[in-house]
């Protein structure tokens, strides 16, 4: 599995504890398309990276990082084809590739500690999306985005 990750200044340390964890899972190949930068930088530029690369099938999945995973949450969604949630639980994290089929992974390093973002991070990539009833409900979100 692919995955793209990127983060802003406030997510620099959270990021490298979250890449060490996953870059010890066999089944992963993860790349880090985020800043380094403590300095003040804007979240949009990242999500909209992160989220343009997946869109074009270049990766997977992908992980954003900010202070509280909202606003990459909310650009990333701005991106056509794209379904990114926020999450601060694992079983939120799970139902939402089962049911909602959703791609990028917002969380945030001021909101969750980094422990529990390794347990929602795996909880979403160890999750497969269930179809049947819920396809019928992605469809009709993705139909939305169609008509906006």
Do not use: W
């Not at 997510?11 to 190949?29: M, N, P, T, Y």
């Not at 606003?71 to 639980?89: E, T």
């Not at 909602?100 to 390794?118: D, F, H, I, T």
């Amino acid at each position: 599995m692919k995955i793209a990750m990127g983060n802003d200044h406030a997510a620099v340390q959270f990021k490298d504890e979250i890449l060490s964890h996953l870059r010890g899972r066999s089944d992963i190949e993860i790349t880090d398309l985020g800043s380094n930068s403590k300095d003040g930088l804007e979240y949009p530029d990242y999500a909209l990276r992160v989220s343009t690369e997946i869109a074009a099938g270049a990766y997977d999945m992908g992980i954003l990082l900010c202070g509280t995973g909202a606003g990459m949450s909310i650009a990333a969604n701005k991106v056509r084809g794209i379904r990114a949630v926020v999450c601060s639980d694992p079983y939120t994290a799970r139902l939402s590739r089962e049911h909602n089929n959703a791609q990028v992974l917002c969380l945030g390093a001021r909101v969750v500690g980094v422990e529990l973002a390794k347990t929602i991070v795996d909880a979403f990539l160890d999750a497969n999306f269930q179809g049947e009833r819920h396809q019928l409900r992605v469809d009709k979100i993705m139909a939305i985005e169609q008509k906006s």
